[in-house]
C-alpha cells in the first residue's frame, strides 16, 4: 500500500495527522502535498483512476511519524534491493549455523532485522538518517550506538543474507580446562564397567591417583560434561548395562505382512493364562495352556485348542480346525517347542532345531500337505506377531470380571491379594474365552496396515479370503488331524520417531531417545530423510527411513543383521577405544598404605556400677591390689612349672 486518499488516511488514525477526510484535505493543501516530486522528479501525488476520483498520495509525504506507523503495520510495501560489489553479489551468510541455533536466538536476530527495516523506510519517507536512528532506538529500546552497529553488521550484505548475520554470536565458554589424557582415560575405564561404579566414587579414586603423580583436575562437574560428550550413549550402554540392553537400543526390522493374502501363511505359539481353572469341582487347580493360530495378512486368530500343557496332539487338533474352516495354508511360521517340533507333526522338515533328523522318520502331518515350515528364533518376540495379541488377552481377557479371585498375576511379584482363593470351571473359562477371542477379532479400528485403523481383523480377512487362491482340504486330509491317540516422541529404547506409519532413525537422535522431539518432513514423500530438532530449535540432524522388510523375506532380514551387527560392531569398537585400561591396572595405580594410623584411647574412666551402687575409690584400690597378687601368684607358679621339667630331664 504505496498511494493514500486522504479518506484513507484519516480512517487510519496516524500521529501527527488529523481524523477526518476534510482536516486531511487542508493539511495537503497547507503542506502542498499536490507539489511534491521525488529525487528523480517523480510527482508523489497522482489522478485516482478508480471511481468518485480525487487525489491519491505517496507515503513519503506523509509526516515521519504517520509513516513509522504504517511500517509498524505492515501497510507500507518494501522492497530491499539486492547491494552487489562489482559485477558480483555479495555472497549470503552461514544460513546452516543460523538454523542450528535455538529458537530464542533466532527471534534476537528477527527483532534486530526489523528494527533496521523501520529505520530504512523512515530514510526512505524523507526523514534523516540520524532522526530515523533515534526514533527506531527509543522504539525498541536499544541505544543509538547499538542500532548503528546492527546496521553496520548487515551493510554490504544481500536482503537474504542479513538474518544470520544478525544472530546473536556469544557462544558461551569454548576453551577446556586442561586435563591429563592419562586421568582423563583412567575415569573412563573406571566408570565404563559393568558393576556401574557411581561418577563420584569414580571421581575419588581418580584424585587419589592425581595426588599421587601430581596432577592437576578439574571439577568434578566439568569432567562429567566432558565424559558425556566423548563417550556416545550407545557405547555407555553397552560397558554399563551389557549388550543385551545396548541391542535393543537398534530398532528392530518392521515386517510388513501386507503382501500376504489370507490363509497364505499363518502363525501359532502357545500362551499360558494366568488365571486358575478346575476340571471338576474340589480338584487340584491349574493354568491352562491355549494353542492358538493366527493369519499372518490379517492378524484374525483363526484356531484355538485348551490342553493341560503344550504337546503334539493339541497342535494336530487346532491345525485340524483350521483347515477344516478355512483350508490349508502355504506356509506356517512356528515356535521351536517341543509340541511343533514334534516328529508328528513337522518329521521330515529338514531344519527343525529339536531332535536329530532321521532318514527312516516319519513324515509330519504338515510336511505332507506340503506347507512350508518356517522357525521363529527363541525368546524374540518380534518374529511371532501372535505375542503381540496374548499381551492384549492378558489385559482384556486375563482380568475380565467373570475371573475375579482366579487371576494369579504374570508373576510371582504381581500377584493379587485375592491370589488363589478361586478356581474357574474349565467350561466357564473356554466360554469367556472364546468370547473375548470373537470380540478382538470383531474390534474395529485396528491399527493395523491392511486394516488402515479403519477394518477389524474379520472384515480384512474376509474381503481378502473371497477372492484368495486357497486349498481347500479333503476329508482324507482333515482326518490326518483328528487324535489317533510435528511434535513426536522419541522411543524410550532407541530413539526412533514414527511418522504416519513410517519409522526413521539414525545415530544422531539416538542419544535423544525417550524425549519429545521436533521432525520437519515432506508429507508427500515420506521416503526422503526427515529433519529432527530439538524443542528449543537447535538442529539435530537428518534421520533416514527404517525400510519395512517383507515378512517372509531373507534378503530384507539379512539385510537388517548385517546393519544391526554393524552397527553393534561399530559401539564395541568405540567402546574398546574408550577403556584404555583394565580394572586391575587402575587398582595398581592406586597407592598403597603404609600403616594404619593409631586408634584413639579415651582419656575418661567412666563409673561402672556395682550391684546399683559406684564403685568408690577405695574399693577401686582394692580391685587393682587383688590384680597385682594374682599376677604375681601365677607368676611364681610358671618359674616353679620351669624347675620341675628341668628336674625331670
Not at 587419589?208 to 571439577?219: Q, R
Request: aromatic residues 8%; charged residues 25%; contains cysteine.
Amino acid at each position: 500500500m504505496s498511494w493514500l486518499t486522504a479518506a484513507e488516511i484519516a480512517m487510519m488514525a496516524l500521529p501527527s495527522l488529523p481524523a477526518t477526510k476534510r482536516k486531511v484535505n487542508e493539511r495537503a493543501k497547507r503542506d502542498g502535498w499536490h507539489t511534491l516530486i521525488n529525487v528523480h522528479g517523480v510527482p508523489l501525488f497522482r489522478r485516482r483512476k478508480q471511481r468518485g476520483g480525487g487525489l491519491e498520495y505517496h507515503y513519503s509525504v506523509l509526516p515521519p511519524p504517520a509513516v513509522a506507523a504504517l511500517a509498524q503495520r505492515g501497510l507500507i510495501a518494501e522492497t530491499a534491493p539486492t547491494v552487489k560489489a562489482g559485477k558480483k553479489a555479495v555472497p549470503c551468510a552461514d544460513w546452516n549455523a543460523f538454523d542450528a541455533l535455538p529458537n530464542s536466538k533466532k527471534k534476537i536476530a528477527k527483532k534486530r532485522l526489523e528494527a533496521i527495516k523501520k529505520v530504512e523506510t523512515l530514510v526512505r519517507a524523507g526523514q534523516s538518517r540520524t532522526a530515523a536512528v533515534s526514533q527506531v532506538a527509543s522504539e525498541s529500546g536499544v541505544s543509538t550506538a547499538t542500532l548503528y552497529n546492527w546496521i553496520k553488521l548487515t551493510r554490504g550484505l544481500r536482503a537474504d543474507a542479513r538474518l544470520p548475520a544478525l544472530a546473536p554470536r556469544q557462544a558461551g565458554r569454548i576453551t577446556l580446562t586442561d586435563c591429563p589424557d592419562e586421568a582423563l582415560q583412567i575415569l573412563k575405564s573406571d566408570w565404563l564397567r559393568l558393576s556401574k561404579p557411581s561418577f563420584e566414587a569414580c571421581f575419588d579414586r581418580l584424585c587419589l591417583i592425581a595426588d599421587e603423580k601430581g596432577w592437576s583436575l578439574p571439577a568434578a562437574r566439568t569432567l562429567w560434561r566432558r565424559l558425556q560428550n566423548q563417550v556416545p550413549e550407545a557405547v555407555q550402554v553397552l560397558c554399563r548395562d551389557g549388550m543385551e540392553k545396548m541391542e535393543r537400543m537398534f530398532p528392530p526390522m518392521d515386517r510388513d505382512r501386507s503382501h500376504f493374502h489370507a490363509m497364505e501363511c499363518l502363525n501359532a505359539d502357545g500362551h499360558r493364562w494366568d488365571v486358575f481353572v478346575v476340571d471338576e469341582p474340589g480338584g487340584k487347580p491349574y493354568r491352562p495352556l491355549m494353542l492358538a493360530i493366527q493369519d499372518l495378512y490379517s492378524g484374525k486368530f483363526v484356531g484355538w485348542r485348551y490342553a493341560k500343557s503344550e504337546g503334539a496332539d493339541t497342535v494336530r487338533l487346532a491345525f485340524g480346525d483350521v483347515f477344516k474352516n478355512y483350508g490349508i495354508p502355504d506356509r506356517v511360521w512356528l515356535d521351536n517347542g517341543r509340541g511343533f517340533a514334534s516328529k508328528w507333526i513337522t518329521g521330515g522338515t529338514p531344519n527343525r532345531f529339536r531332535f536329530k533328523v532321521k532318514a527312516e522318520d516319519p513324515v509330519g502331518v504338515l510336511t505332507a500337505l506340503g506347507i512350508q515350515i518356517h522357525w521363529t528364533r527363541p525368546y524374540r518376540g518380534q518374529s511371532k506377531p501372535i505375542e503381540r495379541a496374548f499381551r492384549d488377552f492378558c489385559d482384556r481377557i486375563a482380568k475380565h470380571p467373570a475371573f475375579e479371585g482366579a487371576y494369579t498375576g504374570n508373576s510371582t511379584s504381581t500377584k493379587p491379594e485375592n491370589y488363589g482363593t478361586r478356581a474357574i470351571p474349565i467350561e466357564q473359562f473356554k466360554a469367556v474365552v472364546d468370547a473375548g477371542i470373537a470380540q478382538h477379532n470383531a474390534k474395529m479400528g485396528r491399527r493395523t496396515r491392511v486394516c488402515n485403523g479403519v477394518s477389524s481383523f474379520d472384515e480384512v480377512f474376509a474381503k481378502s479370503y473371497a477372492d484368495a487362491p486357497v486349498r481347500q482340504a479333503g476329508e482324507a486330509q482333515l482326518r490326518q488331524f483328528l487324535l489317533a491317540a510435528e511434535k513426536r516422541f522419541a522411543d524410550r529404547k532407541t530413539g526412533s520417531v514414527e511418522i504416519f506409519g513410517t519409522r526413521y532413525w539414525s545415530d544422531v537422535i539416538a542419544a535423544l531417545r525417550g524425549n519429545h522431539v521436533v521432525v520437519r518432513f515432506d508429507p508427500d514423500h515420506l521416503d526422503q530423510p526427515v529433519h529432527v530438532y530439538r524443542l528449543d530449535g537447535s538442529y539435530v540432524g537428518q534421520a533416514p527411513v527404517m525400510q519395512a522388510g517383507k515378512f517372509d523375506s531373507v534378503e530384507d532380514a539379512r539385510e537388517h543383521e548385517r546393519k544391526r551387527k554393524a552397527w553393534i560392531k561399530a559401539q564395541k569398537d568405540y567402546a574398546a577405544c574408550e577403556k584404555a585400561l583394565q580394572p586391575a591396572q587402575i587398582a595398581a595405580m592406586l597407592p598403597e598404605i603404609d600403616e594404619l594410623p593409631d586408634l584413639p584411647r579415651p582419656k575418661v574412666a567412666r563409673m561402672v556400677a556395682a550391684g546399683g551402687q559406684a564403685i568408690t575409690a577405695a574399693q577401686l584400690q582394692q580391685n587393682e591390689e587383688f590384680e597385682a597378687s594374682l599376677n604375681a601368684g601365677l607368676k611364681a607358679f610358671e618359674e616353679a612349672s620351669e624347675r620341675r621339667l628341668r628336674l625331670v630331664e
